[in-house]
């Protein structure tokens, strides 16, 4: 999207207003199955957590993906959007019995990631087909908060209890139909990821009425100038290659999964904020704009550098700045940064805003959560409103003090 038009936006919905290029999303879409279209079964199942306007949801339907969900709300969200219950796949990590039980009782995909839910569930249940969150223990990335695979992390069942994954099933009869890993947000090295598969393979071959294998995610996407990203195509000719040799040896044309969040939306996305001032300090410029880690967390999270770019003086010099935020916090967005030239009230725009942005998005000092506008076939459609002071107060009682 240019710089205009996304001004335009700015204009017409106000600031701080986040916005998604439909037309990124399913070029992104495109791409990923494309690079699996050597495999004759296969699944996008895609992360509702990165992104979860129901008008973002109903795009990914129009395209024929599924959804992958991790709570019971996600699933309502999805069948809201019109998905059918057999293109959403539930993968919780810690939630109640009860829960997982309203989500099978719905006729979603149950994914589960530990030996006690497994048990009570198979044994209530045995004729509801499950998946099994392994983990492989493999790292992914070297930044532990994005690695869910490694050895101490909270998500899946070991590898090493395989035994007694087994043990379960047998006592039980349960229907295993689907093996399952996610081994982090990171696949920066496709050998990596293709290790950590062939893990998944030899799990696969203990049960013998398997529908799908599904890979996670954990797909790249470059965020500032020298990022490097997952090599889609690359990975793609190499998994499934080696997915449909497994197939063979298996006896039978399993469904490869995937469920990606960030690839599909993350550079879609441009978060638009206002400078309200620009204030020199002894030792920096800081612009301050209208938002903080309420609206997004990612670089205080994560460390994620998002591209900022003056969308209201894009042919400027380009001098050195900090931005940061409005509340009362260190909210730094980024340090010695080169911008074109900032005056107070221009338009700066946050690039890779798209996942994990919006959705993570508080009221934290009371301020409101932005407003979302889809840009699609052309047009700009206001797909949330901006909060107002009625959200703040909505659920919150009065008692008589
Ligand atoms: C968050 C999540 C994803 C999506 O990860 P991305 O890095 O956004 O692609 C996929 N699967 C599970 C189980 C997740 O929790």
């Excluded at 829960?99 to 530990?114: K, R, T, W, Y």
Aim: one cysteine or more; hydrophobic letters at 40%.
């Amino acid at each position: 999207m240019n710089s205009r038009t996304l001004l335009q936006i700015a204009v017409d919905h106000g600031s701080p207003v986040y916005v998604y290029n439909s037309e990124k999303i399913v070029s992104q879409y495109k791409r990923l199955t494309n690079a699996f279209n050597k495999v004759k079964q296969v699944k996008i199942n895609y992360a509702v957590k990165a992104l979860s306007n129901v008008s973002v949801l109903k795009l990914m339907n129009s395209l024929g993906s599924g959804l992958d969900t991790v709570s019971i709300q996600e699933v309502k969200l999805g069948m809201l959007a019109g998905f059918s219950p057999e293109n959403i796949i539930y993968t919780p990590n810690g939630v109640s019995l009860e829960e997982i039980e309203h989500a099978a009782s719905l006729g979603v995909q149950i994914n589960i990631d530990n030996l006690s839910i497994l048990e009570q569930f198979g044994t209530k249940f045995p004729k509801t087909p499950v998946c099994i969150r392994i983990n492989p223990h493999v790292m992914a990335g070297g930044n532990t908060n994005i690695s869910v695979g490694h050895i101490d992390s909270k998500f899946g069942i070991s590898i090493h209890q395989i035994p007694h994954i087994l043990r379960i099933v047998e006592n039980t009869k349960m229907n295993i139909n689907g093996i399952h890993m996610h081994t982090g947000s990171d696949i920066l090295d496709i050998d990596v990821f293709l290790y950590a598969s062939e893990i998944l393979f030899e799990t696969a071959k203990n049960f013998s009425d398997l529908e799908f294998i599904d890979f996670g995610s954990g797909f790249k996407v470059p965020y500032k100038e020298g990022d490097i990203e997952t090599n889609i195509e690359e990975f793609g000719k190499k998994l499934s290659k080696r997915f449909n040799e497994f197939c063979k040896e298996y006896g039978k044309d399993l469904t490869l999964a995937f469920e990606p969040g960030k690839f599909l939306v993350s550079e879609a996305g441009y978060f638009l904020t206002k400078v309200n001032v620009v204030k020199q300090t002894t030792s920096t410029v800081f612009a301050q704009i209208d938002s903080g880690f309420n609206h997004l967390i990612r670089p205080m999270l994560y460390g994620s550098q998002h591209e900022i770019i003056n969308i209201s003086n894009p042919k400027g010099r380009e001098r050195f700045y900090s931005v940061v935020g409005y509340i009362c916090e260190t909210d730094t967005f980024a340090n010695n940064r080169r911008i074109n030239e900032i005056t107070e009230g221009d338009i700066l725009a946050f690039k890779n805003a798209g996942a994990y942005c919006y959705s993570m998005a508080s009221n934290y000092n009371s301020r409101y959560r932005p407003a979302e506008v889809l840009w699609h076939d052309g047009k700009a459609h206001l797909i949330r409103k901006r909060e107002t002071f009625d959200d703040i107060l909505k659920n919150q009682v009065e008692i008589a003090l």
